[in-house]
């Protein structure tokens, strides 16, 4: 099981989930406290999206992260849709990954409201058109041909 009790991951989560003008806060990341830990700290947040994360993800950690994706069908209508990230870096050990799956569980306990889960073991796995493309398909109905 992974430990959650940071409380600035929750601080940070309510800060991303507010309609608030306060905050631009788009991403939260979490890594290991270290590397034999089950302990989750809030390492990073940031306004710059997936590509602003992606250039903290490190192909020796295994972290989670939570996105707000913002996306339109049409010239109308914008959406707001929240993803979770379980990063598998490359080099991430094997006893760490053998936890990731029970972890995420925990994870999405702490982080309840998202729409889709991307594990990416690359960072080209963090592709917004692919993943607006995911979010799409599990909005269900398109209307517009998109």
């Known amino acids: ?12 989560y309510n800060d991303m989930r507010s309609r608030s003008d306060e905050s631009d806060t788009n991403w939260l990341l979490l890594d290991f406290e270290d590397e ?3 302990k989750l700290i809030l390492t990073a947040t940031g306004s710059g999206g997936l590509t602003e994360l992606k250039e903290l993800l490190d192909d020796n950690n295994a972290s989670f992260a939570y996105v707000r994706v913002s996306y339109s069908n049409d010239k109308e209508s914008q959406r ?8 598998i870096g490359e ?3 094997v006893m760490r990954r053998a936890k990731l799956s ?9 982080l309840p409201v998202f729409s889709i889960e991307v594990t990416a073991v690359e960072k080209n796995d963090l592709n917004e058109e692919n993943i607006v493309k995911r ?8 209307y517009d041909g998109v």
């Open 1 to 12: 099981m992974a430990d959650l009790s940071d409380k600035k991951i929750n601080k940070a």
């Open 36 to 38: 034999r830990s089950d």
């Open 80 to 87: 707001e849709k929240f993803i979770i990230v379980k990063w």
């Open 91 to 93: 080099n991430c050990g």
């Open 102 to 110: 029970v972890q995420a569980a925990d994870v999405k306990r702490v």
């Open 135 to 142: 979010l799409r398909n599990a909005g269900g109905a398109s």
